[in-house]
């Protein structure tokens, strides 16, 4: 029992950021139509950025643990954001008019790019952060006990902000209105006066920027990573994308919860060497039988 | 375009100015900071470098692209062409002399070239392979495939551990591996029929994964990490060792002396009859129905199935197509090392063979061969960039799929006119 419910206190922050990081494929997907490969990869950055951050502050003289996570994350969401721009504007404006297996594989080779210029610049080692914040609280539950980290409370408290500003963002700005409008309808969006190219552009960033706020959250949670880790949990969050339904904000935080639960529960109670193939199997299942998700429409084959 | 043209060097400078923000950003912390565990060393001599060279090169484009001549190619670029070439109707290919050349230097080459040279030869015509299987299912049948390196695996791993488990050789597992790979790739394609595009890719992403973590975490069937040994090829039945356990083995048997190049050789030769057959059978096929299903298939799948194209058989065939011939493959890499483990068969194999496809120019069986060359020997030859050579691969995808999204070597096909007499 005490194990059941540790994973579910495990999952539901697992899958609170997978849902962050989802929400950079689902609002790109929904507007652009296509898969933004490189969203991992991007996640992984903003990693390294973190622990740049860290770096830099403490060699700063800031031992503060609240103004050094405010400065990291500042910091991070800031220049993953400029990430996010640059992608856009290199490998997928040029291509705005192409067949999506053109965009799709530009993504690709964005994705390398990424990877080897991380792993050109800072080396292919494991990097790490130190413990920032330590201590945790507590249940007795049966013989065993349930803990919950302070770090894993943070993590859920960020990520619930972060989702919160961002739908009010959409659903109550001008900007949240341009996105939905050029989402629902491109050229009709332009032809009413959007600057759609913007649009899109500013889509990107608050995709990266989101992911970011994953980056730094897990990367001070796990400690470790290596330029390899945007690979994994960057189709972990497609699949929770696809599972609420691509295309849908809510759908994305959904999705990342139940991915996030259903992956800990089976790491914690069958096996942990196979939770990235179950993730993956869930992937093809969902697809397969449901490839709108559960929070999306269906798509209709324009012709 | 009529237009006065002059340079406005106030937007130029401004775009300079933001470039070089930008290049700020972007290059300072990852590569101005070097994390060395907690601490960390500074580098930004190489950020200021690197803005600089940004800067400039923004700069010169900025300006380059108000000249007229910079209009006219930003405007050629904005509407790439596309399609194939149709040649003459009469046109005669002079790949008639080029072909019986290539057969006769191909098969002086292993007798001339050095062992190390060889090797490398044998890694490029695997590549030539994989390229020419995975040119099946996205060059022509437009299927992105991300996974293609599952395949790969399945041959290989087919090959060591049939060998280990049933006793399997080289040559029995020749076309078991294939139709191995050819089962799992209609396994695959069948619950992916209804999906097309990005769907597509990263579900067999995902299957490419799938099946290298089970590679890795099945320890007891095969070996995990560690891997599995794979057996060498016999001619007729003789071993290429220096000493056979039983019977004689290849040098004995002709009495010459033992060379550790002679099975390299014997596996050059074997690959080179292989790739001549699979370019005959794939020459032949995109000139048949299926072939040109595959193609209209790429085009315009809705357009297809309204006149009745039956698309689960087209699709389907392809993924098979494809998936042997990468199984194939796998076979022939799992007895040149001799050795196989998960580690070779990761994603970024996939990209590779994806670039080659890409690179090659989409459904050009001619461009894919020069690709796989270029992509797997040259680095090899270039050893001091090989640490470039995933960065290459990627600046490669990006600026193909902007400048030339169909591949350096342009897919040209044979017009058809109506016979003499037939129609009046």
Same mark, same amino acid.
């Given at each position: 029992m005490d194990i059941v419910l540790q994973q579910l206190v495990n999952g539901l922050t697992l899958g609170s950021v997978y849902g962050l990081i989802a929400?950079? =494929?689902?609002?790109?997907?929904?507007?652009?139509?296509?898969?933004?490969?490189?969203?991992?990869?991007?996640?992984?950055?903003?990693? =390294?950025?973190?622990?740049?951050?860290?770096?830099?502050?403490?060699?700063?003289?800031?031992?503060?643990?609240?103004?050094?996570?405010?400065?990291?994350?500042?910091?991070?969401?800031?220049?993953?954001?400029?990430?996010?721009?640059?992608?856009?504007?290199?490998?997928? $404006?040029?291509? $705005?008019?192409?067949?999506?297996?053109?965009?799709?594989?530009?993504?690709?080779?964005?994705?390398?790019?990424?990877?080897? =210029?991380?792993?050109?610049?800072?080396?292919?080692?494991?990097?790490?952060?130190?413990? @920032?914040?330590?201590?945790?609280?507590?249940?007795?539950?049966?013989? &065993?006990?349930?803990?919950?980290?302070? *770090?894993? @409370?943070?993590?859920?408290?960020? !990520?619930l902000l972060g989702m919160g500003v961002l739908t009010y963002v959409i659903q109550k700005t001008k900007l949240g209105r341009m996105c939905r409008a050029t989402q629902q309808d491109r050229?009709?969006?332009?032809?009413? #006066?959007?600057?759609?190219?913007?649009?899109?552009?500013?889509?990107?960033?608050?995709?990266a920027m989101m992911a970011a706020l994953a980056g730094v959250l897990?990367?001070?949670? =796990?400690?470790?990573?290596?330029?390899?880790?945007?690979? %994994?949990?960057?189709?972990?969050?497609?699949?929770?994308?696809?599972?609420?339904?691509?295309?849908?904000?809510?759908?994305a935080m959904l999705g990342g919860l139940i991915l996030g639960l259903s992956e800990a529960l089976f790491a914690g109670l069958i096996s942990s060497d196979y939770k990235d193939v179950f993730s993956f199997s869930l992937l093809v299942l969902i697809l397969v039988i449901r490839p709108s998700g559960l929070l999306g429409k269906p798509e209709v084959e324009k012709v | 375009m009529s237009q006065a043209v002059g340079i406005n060097f106030k937007k130029s400078i401004i775009d300079t100015i933001v470039a070089g923000f930008l290049a700020l950003i972007l290059f300072g912390p990852i590569v101005g900071v070097l994390l060395d565990g907690y601490e960390f060393e500074t580098g930004f001599g190489r950020v200021a470098w690197m803005v600089a060279v940004v800067m400039a090169g923004r700069f010169v484009m900025s300006c380059f692209f108000q000249t007229e001549k910079g209009i006219a190619m930003a405007f050629r670029y904005a509407n790439s062409d596309d399609g194939a070439t149709v040649l003459a109707p009469g046109h005669k290919s002079k790949m008639v002399w080029i072909i019986p050349l290539v057969i006769v230097i191909g098969l002086l080459v292993p007798f001339i070239a050095s062992k190390y040279i060889l090797t490398v030869i044998i890694l490029g015509l695997i590549?030539?392979?994989? #390229?020419?299987?995975?040119?099946?299912?996205?060059?022509?049948?437009? @299927?992105?495939?991300?996974g293609f390196v599952g395949f790969y695996a399945i041959g290989a791993y087919g090959l060591a551990l049939g060998y280990e488990n049933l006793g399997l050789g080289f040559w029995s597992?020749?076309? %078991?591996?294939? %139709?191995?790979?050819?089962?799992?790739?209609? %396994?695959?394609?069948?619950?992916?029929?209804?999906?097309?595009?990005?769907?597509?890719?990263?579900?067999?992403? &995902?299957?490419?994964?799938?099946?290298?973590?089970?590679?890795?975490?099945?320890?007891s069937f095969t070996h995990g990490p560690n891997g599995v040994s794979a057996p060498l090829p016999t001619f007729f039945g003789l071993e290429f060792k220096r000493r056979s356990k039983d019977g004689e083995t290849f040098h004995e048997f002709f009495n010459i002396p033992y060379d550790s190049a002679y099975k390299y050789m014997f596996i050059y030769l074997v690959l080179f009859a292989v790739v001549w057959a699979v370019l005959f059978i794939k020459h032949r096929l995109v000139k048949m129905p299926i072939g040109r299903a595959w193609e209209a298939l790429r085009e315009d799948e809705i357009a297809c199935r309204?006149?009745?194209?039956?698309?689960?058989?087209?699709?389907?065939?392809?993924?098979?197509?494809?998936? !042997?011939?990468?199984?194939?493959?796998?076979?022939?890499?799992?007895?040149?090392?001799?050795?196989?483990?998960?580690?070779s068969f990761t994603f970024f194999e996939s990209a590779l063979i994806l670039a080659i496809v890409v690179l090659g120019g989409m459904?050009?069986?001619? &461009?894919?061969?020069?690709?796989?060359?270029?992509?797997?020997?040259?680095?090899?030859?270039?050893?001091?960039?090989?640490?470039?050579?995933? @960065?290459?691969?990627?600046?490669? *995808?990006?600026? *193909? *799929?902007?400048?030339?999204? $169909?591949?350096?070597? $342009?897919?040209?096909?044979?017009?058809?006119?109506?016979?003499k007499g037939a129609v009046k």
């Open positions: 929400i950079g =494929y689902t609002m790109v997907y929904g507007i652009i139509g296509m898969i933004n490969f490189a969203h991992g990869d991007v996640y992984m950055v903003s990693a =390294y950025i973190t622990a740049i951050a860290i770096a830099l502050l403490t060699f700063f003289g800031i031992e503060s643990f609240p103004i050094i996570i405010i400065g990291t994350l500042f910091l991070t969401v800031a220049v993953t954001g400029a990430y996010g721009w640059v992608i856009e504007r290199i490998a997928y $404006r040029p291509l $705005r008019n192409s067949s999506r297996l053109s965009v799709l594989i530009s993504a690709i080779g964005m994705s390398l790019i990424l990877q080897n =210029y991380v792993q050109l610049s800072q080396g292919a080692n494991q990097q790490g952060v130190p413990t @920032l914040l330590t201590g945790a609280i507590r249940f007795t539950v049966g013989d &065993g006990f349930v803990q919950i980290t302070y *770090m894993k @409370l943070l993590i859920l408290f960020i !990520s050229k009709m969006a332009s032809i009413l #006066g959007i600057d759609t190219d913007k649009v899109i552009s500013t889509v990107f960033v608050i995709g897990i990367t001070l949670d =796990y400690g470790a990573f290596d330029f390899y880790v945007g690979f %994994i949990i960057g189709i972990k969050a497609f699949t929770a994308a696809v599972l609420g339904g691509i295309g849908s904000l809510p759908g | 590549y030539v392979l994989l #390229g020419l299987g995975l040119n099946i299912v996205v060059g022509l049948a437009g @299927l992105l495939d991300l597992m020749l076309p %078991i591996a294939a %139709i191995l790979a050819a089962v799992a790739g209609a %396994i695959l394609g069948f619950p992916v029929l209804r999906m097309h595009g990005d769907y597509l890719a990263i579900v067999t992403l &995902g299957f490419g994964e799938i099946i290298r973590l089970v590679l890795t975490n099945w320890a309204s006149l009745g194209l039956n698309h689960v058989l087209v699709k389907l065939s392809a993924f098979m197509l494809g998936a !042997s011939t990468g199984g194939l493959a796998g076979v022939f890499f799992a007895t040149y090392q001799g050795f196989v483990n998960p580690s459904g050009s069986t001619l &461009g894919v061969v020069i690709a796989a060359f270029c992509l797997t020997v040259l680095p090899e030859m270039l050893r001091e960039f090989a640490e470039y050579r995933v @960065l290459m691969f990627g600046i490669l *995808m990006v600026v *193909m *799929m902007i400048w030339k999204p $169909r591949g350096i070597v $342009r897919v040209t096909r044979t017009g058809f006119t109506a016979r």
